[in-house]
């Protein structure tokens, strides 16, 4: 009954999907589309190459089936004219042909064929690199999908925490709690009214008018606003108001980010209004508006970093009272981490020399929980140029950095499931992409490259075999050995995942495009694809190859048995300085028990 089950949910997806048939005989295209009809795959039939393009162009295809013999070009010149449109080069394409000819078969893989079957062919075999192409595509735009869909959002979110979304006609589709407790209005009165129900009278019209015009043109505005709370009171919001696209660049909804300054208003009116203004302490008057522009959370600090005032904002932040705090060192809030890189003596030096300082600090509740604040402190000079104090102006990013951390997460997951799935068609685990992965950081922390590094390495390496994904299953899962042909086409991988991933701006991507482009290269210059040796080859793809191969050897593949342990370090031992960078050979076998309990952990 489950087999059954899920067979019938397998077709029902398949309605969403829909194959492009191009082949020149029509009794071909109907039998193919009979074939592919009982599996519930639309099906679109074009006769020659201009019906295809033209197809291709106003249909969203899933996959290909493409004959060679074409009355207006030959197939593979139109199998590289579609590689080349960014907007068709990942979908799969499945070369269905009469020719036996090798070097026809050779060139179409190349160009970028996902397989070749020969006609007259097995319905069964065509009808299973149907679906696995039709997956494979699926996977691939689910993906970017939600890549572009966490860039965006992940922007947006940087900037501040009182958030509001709306859609296309500005009506209010969420707020969250922070918003609600803010506004005074609860989210059930928000959700469904537009934001004039916060507007402030004092607001010209003209402003609202131009925040419109601008996020229509799919452009962030930025401005500070005065709004009204449902109990008539007046607050002000550094706002930022962001149109969120998705991957064909279309609006679909607003979200508006913004930082309560109303502390702050207030503070500089007060200032203004209280202060003796005259020409000699003018200009420390503007030090001071300027230091609290955005801000909201304060404290004070003499010279030697003793508090000497905190405001009520910071006390509730950091659950400390006033007198636990005055005549202390401002370094007992600080993270060990701080503590442990010098910050504080760094931050230290700077004042004394009259800088501004801008920093992310990691401070501890005193209930021994962490809160991010970013800071900037102020050195306050007076007319005879010395440093009266130190002002400490700081705003609440805790739930941001956390949110970071998530999308951070979230985005290594990705990363990890396409990974795996370059493994999985070479029916691989998805466990040899865990070891190689904590095999590669433990290599890294070895080697002295440091947490950042060693982090990024982490995230990247699942992602080193991923141009496994453009490797035909009739090589990339044959059990016996490979003929030479073969093996090119398999040493294709490397360059294959090299450009998926090299023209992404995340650094993570960038890389696992490293990994993927230089894991096969060798020490002594006799690797692939580029042939470079020693230290030529990044130092993330020489960890990365001996993680790769220390797992290989140790697991079982579809043409060979896993190898006994002695036998794997003899072979270590033998390509010290051939295969693998030396130095981290040695680190290697010096710390073997470390990567057997890896090993063992994931079998």
Known sequence: VRSINNTIEILEKNRESTILVIDDLMFMRKQLQKILEVRNYNVLLAENAADALEKLENSMINAIVLDMELPDMHGLELLAKMKEIDEYCHIPVLIVSATNDPEIVRKALKTGALDFI???????????????????NRKYVESLCSQKMLSE?????????????????????????LFCDLSGYTEKELVGSSHSIVRHPDVPSSVFKGMWKTIQEKKIWRGILKNRKKNAEA???????????DVNGNIIEY?????????LESYKQLL?????ISNNNLRYLQQYENAIDEFVAVIKTNNSGVITYVNENFLELSGYLENDLLGKKCSM??????IRQGDCDTIAQKLVNKEKVSILFENIAKNGTSYYVDTKIYPFIDEKNNIQEHLHLMYDVTEIVNLHEELENTQKEIIYTMGEVGESRSQETGNHVKRVTEYSKLLAH???????NANLLYGASPMHDIGKVGIPDSILKKPGKL???????MREHSEIGFNILKNSKRSILKTAAIVSYMHHEKWDGSGYPQGISGESIHIFGRITAIADVFDALGSDRCYKKAWELDKIIALFKAEKGKHFDPKLVDLFLDNLDDFLVIRDKFK
């Open 118 to 136: 020969n006609k007259p062919f097995n319905i069964e075999e065509f009808t299973l690199k149907i679906d696995l192409s039709v997956e494979a």
């Open 446 to 452: 070895l080697v002295g490259l440091g947490e950042k």
């Open 483 to 489: 003929t030479d042909e073969e093996w090119q086409v």
């Open 235 to 245: 607050y002000y919001v550094k706002s930022m108001v962001k149109p969120i696209l």
């Open 272 to 276: 203004e209004e209280n202060l003796n």
């Open 153 to 177: 959002y992940k922007e947006a979110i940087d900037a501040n925490s009182y958030v509001t979304k709306t859609d296309l006609n500005g009506i209010i589709t969420y707020a969250n709690e």
């Open 255 to 263: 979200i508006a980010i913004r930082t309560d300054i109303t502390e």
């Open 333 to 338: 809030l600080r993270a060990a981490n701080h």
